[in-house]
T-cell receptor
C-alpha cells in the first residue's frame, strides 16, 4: 500500500480482556516496528522485526505483550489481560531495512488509540 | 534510562519568529539524529536528520545543529508559521539499531 495502515484506529476495552492491534506495512519494507505513546510521554519502543531474523522484543513491558509478523508483512500486536496502564496510542512503522539510507526511512501509521476502562 | 531527552514539554513562539527546539542525549555511540513532527491523530513524519560527522544540516526553513561535545542538538525553524504547530520528537540511532525517541516538545505558533 501507499502508507502504513493500522487498525482499528480506536479501541475501548474492559480491563482484563485481550486485544489485537494490526499493522499493514508499506509493501517491500523489510523492517517493522511497534512503539507506543502514553499520555504525556514520548515514543516508547516495544518490538521490531527485520526480515527473517528473530525479533527484538527488548521493549515489551511485560509477558502480557506479544507480537508476530506473518509472511514478512502484516503484524499483530496482542495484549492479554489488559490493564489501565496499557492505555496509549500504539504506533507501527516500517522501513526498507535497518541499514538503508541516511534518513533511515521510518514511515509511521496513524496509530491505534487504546483505552482500557 | 532516558537516552534521548527533550526537557521542554512545550514551547510557544510568535509567527514569523525563530523556534528553537532542544534535545540532549547520553549515548556517545549514536551516529545519526533525526527530528520528527507529529500532528494530532496522525503518525510522526520525518522532518530532517543529521549525521554525527556533521554539525549542521539545513533544509529550507529548518536547520538542525549538532554539538557532539555537549551531546546536544537543536532544531531551528525560521520563520515560524502557524502550520508548524505540532509535537516535535528528537530521535537517535546507533548503527543499524532502532530509533530511540525523546519525550517530544509541543510547539505552538501564535499569530
Amino acid at each position: 500500500g501507499a502508507g502504513v495502515s493500522q487498525s482499528p484506529s480506536n479501541k475501548v476495552t474492559e480491563k482484563g480482556k485481550d486485544v489485537e492491534l494490526r499493522c499493514d506495512p508499506i509493501s517491500g519494507h523489510t523492517a517493522l516496528y511497534w512503539y507506543r505513546q502514553s499520555l504525556g510521554q514520548g515514543l516508547e519502543f516495544l518490538i521490531y522485526f527485520q526480515g527473517n531474523s528473530a525479533p527484538d522484543k527488548s521493549g515489551l513491558p511485560s509477558d502480557r505483550f506479544s507480537a508476530e509478523r506473518t509472511g514478512g508483512s502484516v503484524s499483530t500486536l496482542t495484549i492479554q489481560r489488559t490493564q489501565q496502564e496499557d492505555s496509549a496510542v500504539y504506533l507501527c512503522a516500517s522501513s526498507r531495512d535497518l541499514t538503508g539510507g541516511p534518513n533511515y526511512g521510518y514511515t509511521f501509521g496513524s496509530g491505534t488509540r487504546l483505552t482500557v476502562v | 534510562d532516558q537516552q534521548v531527552k527533550q526537557n521542554s514539554p512545550s514551547l510557544s513562539v510568535q509567527e514569523g519568529r525563530i523556534s528553537i527546539l532542544n534535545c540532549d542525549y547520553t549515548n556517545s555511540m549514536f551516529d545519526y539524529f533525526l527530528w520528527y513532527k507529529k500532528y494530532p491523530a496522525e503518525g510522526p513524519t520525518f522532518l530532517i536528520s543529521i549525521s554525527s560527522i556533521k554539525d549542521k544540516n539545513e533544509d529550507g526553513r529548518f536547520t538542525v545543529f549538532l554539538n557532539k561535545s555537549a551531546k546536544h542538538l537543536s532544531l531551528h525553524i525560521v520563520p515560524s508559521q502557524p502550520g508548524d504547530s505540532a509535537v516535535y520528537f528528537c530521535a537517535a540511532r546507533e548503527g543499524a539499531q532502532k530509533l530511540v525517541f525523546g519525550q517530544g516538545t509541543r510547539l505552538t505558533i501564535n499569530p
